[in-house]
């Protein structure tokens, strides 16, 4: 019986320390949520502002480029599309990725920079936002990341600071890195402009994130582009006043018009606050937005706002009618294609009187076409309540029926069946 007894304090005396060690853990996972659940503060001008999600200023920004997203089939088809190309930057051989649309072009162009993921992906859902509105869009992938060689940024970074640098010091070096690995940018360019499909006087450049930042250095440089979107250039690094200063220098030393895109769930919301005032100062086509929350994270509001199909259809438009207005859209006039079926536009606009040529291959004349910059899903087009006919012109080809199509009427929604999406571009 005593040793009964004794057995059972001892394991008395077990179970209360456990049950004390269970409740110490428990506080602390409480204090741990309640601090991960914290990740917004409130600015003085009243709007929110995340902060401690965000990475220390010295730490290398690492974006998480498995977040998962939905994508419209058409997008996973256009996947197939991506043609991965090699250009020389630096002595070295880099690779990246090229959309195009059909045709021989020239067909203005767009340079995406990616950010500090290791391991950039295709983003077939820009490839098919640009390309359906008719321009090559180039994804070049800088030294060190894959696929292409060299030192990866985030480890040279890291290796500097585990030698034991200040604060400070990998602050500055953090910028100097930027720097080196513009210039991989800059050769991307310079061979994107040696390609014949491309029209080297409509260039833009845009990225995210690090992509962002490489957007503003080389809006700074010119190269002869005529625009800049930069999103979200190193909000997560914004604590490294260093990279502010250069943003801010670049943003006033760039010649071309910038438009700087955030959305409002961003890790920081700092490029906004900073740059935007700087960038709309400048005035003429220069702007930045600060767009409502996108997703439900900090990631889907940085990188996914930059990259995913749900998020052009909220700046598409905006973007879209910058570009144009910056000279980098495409021609108002020139080949598109309806499934395989061509469009010879003969006006700048689908004025009251704008005529078609088109080719009816397994198509009736009741078609559709859009405005010059293309269609999208949601945008309203002209349809075959406001189209006439006219007889055939001598010089037209067999198999082509002039059309006119009217304005008075109203435009009708774009339908879904596919046959009928027809894109005016160069």
């Known amino acids: 019986m005593r040793n009964n007894h004794r057995r059972d304090e001892k394991n008395g005396t077990k179970h209360a320390l456990g049950l004390r060690l269970f409740a110490r853990l428990g506080l602390l996972c409480v204090l741990n949520a309640s601090l991960l659940c914290s990740g917004f503060a409130q600015r003085p001008s ?31 088809a256009f996947r197939k599309k991506a043609v991965t190309v090699t250009f020389p930057s630096g002595g070295l051989t880099l690779k990246g990725w090229l959309y195009k ?22 983003h077939p859902d820009l490839g098919y936002f640009y390309v359906t ?52 940018v800059t050769a991307a360019v310079e061979w994107l402009k040696q390609q014949p499909f491309v029209d080297r006087n409509r260039m833009a450049v845009t990225g995210v994130s690090y992509g962002g930042i490489q957007t503003l ?52 919301l700092g490029p906004s606050d900073v740059l935007g005032p700087v960038i709309r100062g400048k005035g003429g086509l220069n702007r930045a937005k600060v767009y409502p929350a996108f997703g439900t994270t900090h990631e889907e509001g940085h990188g996914g706002f930059g990259t995913w199909q749900q998020a052009t259809a909220i700046w598409g438009a905006d973007v879209l009618e910058f570009l144009r207005a910056a000279g980098v859209g495409p021609n108002s006039t020139g080949y598109g294609n ?24 397994n198509l009736r004349p009741e078609f559709y076409a859009s405005t010059p910059g293309g269609v999208a899903p949601g945008q309203r087009i002209f349809g075959p309540e406001s189209a006439t006919h006219r007889r055939p012109r001598r010089s037209a080809k067999a198999g082509q029926r002039p059309l006119t199509f009217r304005s008075r009427r109203e435009p009708i929604p774009l339908r879904e069946s596919r046959k009928f999406a027809a894109r005016l571009w160069n």
Request: charged content about 25%; hydrophobic content about 35%; overall charge negative.
């Open 338 to 361: 309806i499934r395989g079926v061509q469009v010879l536009a003969s006006a700048s606009q689908l004025t009251e009187q704008t005529s078609l040529r088109a080719a009816e291959t």
């Open 101 to 122: 649309p059909d045709g021989d072009g020239p067909f203005p162009a767009i340079i995406w920079n990616h950010g500090s993921e290791q391991k950039p992906v295709l």
């Open 133 to 184: 509105h008719g321009y090559v869009l180039f994804l070049p992938v800088r030294h060190g990341h894959n696929p292409s060689p060299g030192d990866y940024i985030g480890d040279v970074i890291d290796r500097y600071k585990a030698a034991g640098h200040s604060k400070e010091e990998v602050q500055k070096y953090f910028v100097e890195q930027q720097e080196i690995y513009n210039k991989d």
């Open 46 to 76: 009243g709007r929110l502002a995340a902060k401690p999600n965000q990475p220390d200023d010295e730490q290398v920004e690492r974006e998480d480029p498995t977040v998962r997203h939905e994508q419209s089939p058409e997008v996973k």
């Open 217 to 268: 250095l080389t809006a700074q440089k010119g190269l002869g582009l005529r625009a800049a979107v930069p999103f979200a250039p190193g909000a997560m690094s914004w604590g490294n006043p260093r990279l502010q200063q250069r943003e801010i220098e670049a943003v006033r030393r760039s010649q071309m018009p910038l438009f700087l895109l955030q959305a409002q769930n961003d890790y920081s």
